[in-house]
Every structure is written in structure tokens, then in C-alpha cells.
């Protein structure tokens, strides 16, 4: 069974950056693509940004697009979100997913939660104006 674990989230202000981490283990992730997702206070769980195996292709949510920067190691099995020019309406808990069942098209095609398999607990990243 996989594990995502993820980290790095925390309070920050308006125009800062913060750095996410997720770690994956308990199988092989060779293959797999990783995204993730988000979820504010009353709203659904959206899209951020997804990445395939070999980190040649990568997707963005066009709210986080040219702020937000999606990267991998595949040989660590770890994925991270790096985030910039940070808003108060990005604030949510963000989550670590991964898609064990391989890619048929590009990446921009898997951008629901339904295309992936395990989740982390998420983290809480609060951004104060």
C-alpha cells in the first residue's frame, strides 16, 4: 500500500514564498505521475499543478500558473510544489496525490481527482494579507 506523506505547509504572508513537500513509499512509483490538489474552508478539493515521471511534462491550474512550480526526484520518490507570490486565496489544505495507472495522454488530461489513486493527509497552508 503507498504512503504519501506531506510537509512543508505553514503560515506566511501575502507575497511570500513556501515550498511543499511530499514523500512517497510503500511501492514502486516508477511510471506513476504526481499532482496536487487543494481544498479552502467550504469549497471542493481543486487542482493545482500535476507532473509526469520523467518531469517532462507538467500541468498547472491557470490560477497558480507562473507562480507555482511543480518538480520531482524520482530516485527519492518525492514530488514538490514550490510557491511563490503567494495570496490570501490560496490558502487551503494541499494534498500529494499519485496515479498509479500509467498515462495515455499528457499530463494537462489528468487534472481531477478521479485520475488518482492515494493521497496524503494533506497540510495547511494559510496565507495572511
Known amino acids: 500500500q503507498a504512503q504519501l506523506v506531506e510537509s512543508g505547509g505553514g503560515l506566511v504572508q501575502a507575497g511570500g514564498p513556501l515550498r511543499l513537500s511530499c514523500a512517497a513509499s510503500?511501492?514502486?512509483?516508477?511510471?506513476?505521475?504526481m499532482g496536487w490538489f487543494r481544498q479552502a474552508p467550504g469549497k471542493e478539493r481543486e487542482f493545482v499543478a500535476s507532473?509526469?515521471?520523467?518531469?517532462?511534462?507538467?500541468y498547472y491550474a491557470i490560477s497558480v500558473k507562473g507562480r507555482f512550480t511543480i518538480s520531482r526526484d524520482s530516485t527519492e520518490n518525492s514530488v514538490y510544489l514550490q510557491m511563490n507570490s503567494l495570496k490570501p486565496e490560496d490558502t487551503a489544505v494541499y494534498y500529494c496525490?499519485?496515479?498509479?495507472?500509467?498515462?495515455?495522454?499528457?499530463?494537462?488530461?489528468?487534472?481531477?481527482?478521479?485520475?488518482?489513486?492515494?493521497w496524503g493527509q494533506g497540510t495547511q497552508v494559510t496565507v495572511s494579507s
Open positions: 496525490a499519485s496515479r498509479m495507472r500509467g498515462l495515455l495522454f499528457r499530463i494537462s488530461y489528468y487534472a481531477t481527482s478521479k485520475e488518482y489513486d492515494y
Open positions: 510503500g511501492r514502486t512509483f516508477s511510471g506513476s505521475a
Open positions: 507532473i509526469n515521471w520523467r518531469s517532462s511534462d507538467t
